[in-house]
């Protein structure tokens, strides 16, 4: 099992990136997605969630209307398109992958986001 994050960089504020995460060893459509980011000193936080099949997101009040969470299923990629930047969204964000009959999950490595001018 394989996740791999990438599209994190430094960015001014307000700015934007888009982080994708391509997955490999397991059946991606079955399995719920998620992005989480963990700032030093903190714990780590959900910021995003997505059904297995797309129908469902939820987001971080702190995210939402900046964030958004999508998926390609044919390509088993989850993405989060992140506007409207904050240096307070400065952290090491995390794709997880959670389903399965026994409910296993996956973490990716981790990409960092700093937001700072």
């Known amino acids: 099992v394989q996740l791999v994050e990438s599209g994190g960089g430094l960015v001014q504020p307000g700015g934007s990136l888009r982080l994708s995460c391509v997955a490999s060893?397991?059946?991606?459509?079955?399995?719920?997605m998620s992005w989480y980011r963990q700032a030093p000193g903190k714990e780590r936080e959900l910021v995003a969630r997505?059904?297995?099949?797309?129908?469902?997101?939820n987001y971080a009040d702190s995210v939402k209307g900046r964030f958004t969470i999508s998926r390609d299923n044919a390509k088993n990629t989850v993405s989060l398109q992140m506007n409207s930047l904050k240096p307070e969204d400065t952290a090491v964000y995390y794709c997880?992958?959670?389903?399965?009959?026994?409910?296993?999950?996956?973490w990716g490595q981790g990409t960092q986001v700093t937001v700072s001018s």
């Open positions: 997505i059904s297995s099949a797309g129908g469902n997101t």
């Open positions: 060893g397991f059946t991606f459509s079955r399995y719920t």
């Open positions: 997880k992958a959670k389903g399965g009959i026994r409910q296993a999950e996956y």
